[in-house]
């Protein structure tokens, strides 16, 4: 199930970026004190009470301004507010109830959405400032009086939001469903493997950039098991993104991402690696997704016997950041090679959910120390007591280790390393987590 979206909307200067990065629990908004500084919508991951949602920043909202920049900031808030599932309207207690906040709230409530409204910069503890009381006159409710400095109140707030968030039923999709995101640049292929998969016109395709705005889901049963194909919007520079609907294709690809089991990054081979293409496949590989490089439109390069060879040198050094990310040439147009996608999809799916034995990781352990000693500082060194799976999709291996500042990164990486050779692990990343004992143990 897609994540509820949940946009912070208000005018300008009122803590709405202060209040998002409090939510979230890090400064990815910039905050100044001059208004106008959020000019394009930011989204992050917020969890409250064990849900999560997606958290949207918005630009101030200045109704009747002529000015430009602040008409396409208006409208990034809308585009906001027609796509979130709740609003969270903040206001600012200091200058009261202004004309703006009565032209904000009339705007918001046109828009059906239910709205929680946030009285910000209540910083002092103790009673209801009076001042709160006016803010009754908008005609929205109880107001939620929030220091977003200190994060005073902003725990009765998100209860009240998350009395709007759709019901938590469960995934629609079986567990034994293998779920696909086809993520990549806008016009790399996305939607002409989805229907070379499907066999019909499932989505629109068209030589213009921006063509799928929201992302699709395409099931396919075959005899490797049951695909979902999550087609996707592209992902492109934010410098470029300049029609506003796109801006929110984005967060929906992104979105697509965290409901995905497998990554497929669709690369042009006619225009080849991108600096953009790093950075969708680094999403996927910072959500611990297994992943997948298809070069599309293969058809379209002229080869003799070493292209596919060079081309995979280069892709390798290019993508090696995620060493473990296995390519595919294919061709969408004409169908080449793509029978073969669903035995690598199935393959590296497999590969994000093994679990392996504690034994067997102790004994890839000890040769592997005993191959190549931990490394020491001061006369310390390095021991590696044992290690054992914690979880998987990504695999995930804990440590317990005499001094956590030994293990360097480097090491961990060989370890790594010799992980994957006995085991494979072909496709997906691998996560380590260390944990010290007692440095008194001693």
């Not at 929205?140 to 009086?145: I, V």
């Amino acid at each position: 199930m897609a994540l509820p979206v949940v946009a912070v909307v208000g005018r300008p200067n009122v803590g709405k970026s202060t209040l998002f990065n409090k939510l979230i629990g890090q400064r990815l908004s910039i905050v100044e004190d001059t208004p106008g500084v959020t000019r394009d919508r930011i989204y992050s991951k917020c969890e409250w009470r064990g849900r999560q949602f997606m958290l949207v920043d918005t630009g101030g909202i200045e109704p009747k301004e002529d000015d430009r920049m602040l008409t396409l900031m208006r409208q990034q808030a809308e585009l906001a507010i027609d796509h979130a599932d709740v609003i969270i309207f903040v206001t600012d207690v200091r200058s009261g109830v202004t004309a703006n906040d009565y032209a904000v709230a009339d705007m918001l409530m046109k828009s059906g959405k239910p709205i929680v409204l946030c009285v910000n910069k209540c910083d002092t503890l103790g009673e209801t400032p009076m001042e709160v009381y006016e803010f009754y006159n908008l005609g929205l409710g109880d107001p939620f009086p929030v220091s977003s400095v200190h994060g005073h109140g902003s725990g009765d707030m998100l209860d009240e939001v998350m009395k709007y968030f759709p019901e938590k039923d469960e995934d629609e999709y079986g567990e034994e469903d293998i779920r696909v995101a086809v993520i990549g640049k806008p016009n790399a292929g996305k939607s002409s493997l989805i229907n070379r998969i499907a066999g019909e016109e499932r989505v629109i395709v068209s030589d213009m950039a921006g063509t799928t705005r929201d992302a699709t889901d395409t099931i396919i049963d075959r005899e490797e098991g049951r695909f979902v194909f999550i087609d996707t919007a592209g992902i492109r520079k934010k410098s470029k993104i300049t029609e506003k609907i796109e801006h929110f294709s984005v967060l929906r690809a992104y979105m697509a991402v965290d409901r995905a089991d497998v990554c497929v990054i669709m690369i042009d081979a006619t225009t080849g690696f991108t600096e953009q293409d790093s950075k969708v496949a680094g999403y996927a590989h910072e959500q611990g997704k297994a992943c997948i490089v298809a070069v599309n439109k293969w058809d379209a390069i002229e080869k003799n016997d070493k292209t596919m060879q060079e081309y995979r040198a280069r892709l390798e050094e290019d993508f090696s950041f995620m060493s473990y990310v296995p390519f595919i040439f294919i061709s969408a147009k004409t169908g080449q090679r793509v029978e073969k996608l669903f035995e690598m999809i199935k393959f590296v799916a497999d590969q994000n959910s093994m679990r392996i034995s504690t034994g067997m990781l102790n004994d890839v352990l000890a040769y592997a120390t005993a191959r190549v000693q931990p490394p020491s500082d001061k006369g310390r060194r390095l021991k590696i007591y044992y290690m054992t799976q914690a979880s998987t999709k990504p695999p995930t291996f804990v440590m317990f280790v005499n001094r956590a500042d030994l293990f360097h990164f480097s090491y961990q990486r060989y370890i790594e390393n010799q992980i994957r050779t006995t085991f494979g692990l072909e496709g997906t990343p691998v996560r380590f987590i260390i944990r010290e004992r007692n440095r008194n143990d001693a």
